[in-house]
């Protein structure tokens, strides 16, 4: 995408006028609170333009036919308005569009005709509005679409095939929002999801099918929720899986093999939650793990985490077990403390830890 000389910002206009030049590739009209609507055949005439920034107004409404003309726009930024809703198929002529952003507008809701004709786009940012629920096929018209941004939402719902269509998206962006259930299936059709943000909202349980249809994540964050319930097969088959994330919840136990799929998990966060005890062998296969966060628990003692009956562990791992009630017995004599594996506690070891 080319970079054009924007047009003039025009402080007194009303609203936008359709006697734009019909040459014109980059239209940026922001930061204008007299605007409020965008009439039928606005854009008609400006063909060939890429880029349209109509930032920091105070756009309300959006007619069904505002968009019609943008044949060859690329980009398109309604961020920091007032739209409380879109007509359905308003971006119907947009197929060149890559990305759309509609950041901090008043909107509460999509159908599975919104974002029709929009094959092309890759990118779509729809934080900080007011949407309660995801429809089922809301985004199936979104073919080619590598990220979506929900976040700073006021999310509640997500129906079944929500996310139908989306098989190409990568990064998934759900925090800050109202979630406190994630059914069986609620990423199905996510076949190529890699990066999932579900942190800050109330999700209290993760169930078995929960990742169904994602089995290419690398990146889960699950911080800040309410999270007391893991079952043991919640993360079966998320082989690809680096960097899991589950800080300040409510986990007081884990299940046994509840992280055996996990070969290739390099970060695992547990800080912050309520653990009384982690299982023996809990990251038995996890031999490529660099980090592990237990600080912040009510751990006692720590079992090796990584085998039963011997001394396999990956090297260089850092291992964070701050602020436990720890007291020294022979299940902790598995770990190493500054020898040349770069084994280490952070800040806090029992007085009479001795197990060198």
């Not at 007391?228 to 007081?252: A, E």
Request: hydrophobic share 40%.
């Amino acid at each position: 995408m080319v970079a054009m000389p924007a047009v003039a910002q025009q402080d007194a206009l009303s609203q936008i006028v359709n006697d734009l030049p019909s040459d014109i590739i980059h239209i940026s009209i922001t930061n204008n609170k007299n605007i409020t609507f965008i009439i039928d055949g606005t854009f008609s005439l400006v063909r060939q333009c890429r880029v349209l920034v109509l930032h920091g107004n105070a756009i309300s409404e959006v007619a069904q036919l505002a968009l019609v003309g943008l044949w060859s726009l690329e980009y398109l930024d309604m961020s920091d308005n007032a739209i409380t809703a879109l007509p359905d198929r308003v971006f119907a002529e947009l197929n060149k569009c890559e990305w759309i952003l509609l950041v901090e507008n008043h909107i509460t809701q999509f159908t599975n005709e919104t974002f029709y004709g929009l094959e092309n786009l890759q990118g779509l940012d729809v934080s900080k509005n007011r949407i309660s629920t995801l429809p089922s096929m809301v985004f199936s018209s979104l073919s080619n679409l590598q990220k979506l941004y929900l976040s700073w939402n006021r999310i509640q719902s997500i129906e079944p095939g929500a996310f139908s269509g989306l098989r190409n998206c990568i990064h998934l962006y759900l925090e800050s929002n109202r979630l406190s259930n994630l059914n069986t299936g609620t990423f199905d059709g996510l076949n190529n999801l890699q990066k999932l943000s579900l942190h800050n909202n109330s999700i209290t349980a993760l169930n078995s099918g929960t990742f169904d249809g994602a089995h290419e994540l690398r990146i889960i964050f699950l911080g800040n929720n309410q999270i007391h319930s893991v079952s043991s097969g919640v993360l079966n088959q998320l082989s690809n899986l680096h960097t899991l994330d589950f800080f300040r919840n409510k986990l007081s136990s884990l299940p046994d093999g509840v992280f055996d799929d996990l070969e290739n998990l390099s970060v695992l966060n547990l800080r912050f939650n309520e653990l009384n005890e982690v299982p023996e062998g809990m990251v038995l296969n996890s031999q490529k793990l660099l980090e592990l966060n237990l600080g912040f628990n009510n751990l006692t003692t720590i079992p090796n985490l990584f085998s039963c009956h011997c001394n396999k562990h990956p090297e260089n791992m850092r291992l964070d077990i701050v602020e436990n009630p720890l007291v020294w017995d022979e299940r902790m004599c598995w770990i190493k403390i500054g020898d040349d594996r770069g084994w280490w506690y952070v800040e806090y070891l029992p007085n009479d830890f001795r197990c060198n």
